[in-house]
Every structure is written in structure tokens, then in C-alpha cells.
């Protein structure tokens, strides 16, 4: 069995990530998804949160949001809304959308625009958790 498999990320405007990986963690709907080489094959929905994957001694970190993830033994496919690398994102506009999604969740009348909102909480509080791990 091979020690490491392929890993692509991408969002519908770049390729964020083309590299290989020896194992990795994934946010999935139902919780977080450990991945090794050799991996059962499986297709899941993405949650807000963050992927980690590690490549010899370095450890990646991405903010992710949304999207599918399909993994095969050799190869794990993410296609996400949005993914962002560590070091692309601006801390002090998400912690502004940190203040907005806060203030507005005291605002929200409906089921809907809670979730819409919980969910604008929950991604900018991952994206400044995964900008404080820059290497």
C-alpha cells in the first residue's frame, strides 16, 4: 500500500491545493473525517470548518466552507465553495464578519435567517482559528 495519496482541493475560482498528502482531516457534514492512504472510497458533503493534511514534517491548515469531498484510496477530490490556505486570509476582515454575524444573530427573526446567520458565524471564527496557525 502506498504511504501517501494525491490531494485536490478546488473552488469554482482556482485550484487552491494540488499536492500529496500522507493523511489528512476533513470537515464532513456528520463530523470530522480521518483520511489514509488506502482509504474506502466515499463521497460526503463538506461542513464549515477546517482541513488539515500533512506532507512529510509539514502540517497544512485551510479554512474551508461548503462543498464535496470524494475519496478514493489513492486520491481525495474537495470541491468547496470557498478554501482558503493560512496565509490568505486577512484576520481583521474575518474578525469583523466575526462582529456582524455576532450582532446579527441577536437581530434574526426567522429559523432561516438564524442558520444563514449561525453558519456566517461559524465560518469566520474557523478562518481566524486557521489564519493563527500561519507556519
Do not use: C
Not at 490531494?7 to 493523511?23: F, G, H, M, N
Not at 462543498?67 to 481525495?76: C, I, M, N, T, Y
Not at 486577512?90 to 449561525?118: G, I
Amino acid at each position: 500500500m502506498a504511504d501517501t495519496f494525491q490531494l485536490e482541493i478546488v473552488t469554482p475560482e482556482k485550484k487552491v491545493v494540488r499536492d500529496v498528502a500522507e493523511e489528512m482531516q476533513i470537515p464532513g457534514k456528520d463530523g470530522y473525517l480521518g483520511i489514509l492512504p488506502g482509504h474506502a472510497p466515499l463521497i460526503t458533503e463538506l461542513a464549515v470548518g477546517e482541513i488539515t493534511y500533512r506532507n512529510g514534517a509539514q502540517t497544512h491548515h485551510l479554512a474551508v466552507a461548503w462543498g464535496f469531498a470524494e475519496v478514493l484510496p489513492d486520491k481525495v477530490t474537495i470541491l468547496a465553495e470557498t478554501a482558503e490556505r493560512a496565509d490568505e486570509i486577512d484576520a481583521k476582515r474575518a474578525q469583523e464578519a466575526k462582529r456582524r454575524a455576532e450582532s446579527n444573530l441577536t437581530t434574526s427573526h426567522t429559523e432561516e435567517d438564524f442558520d444563514r446567520v449561525a453558519g456566517d458565524l461559524q465560518r469566520a471564527q474557523t478562518r481566524l482559528e486557521v489564519a493563527a496557525k500561519k507556519s
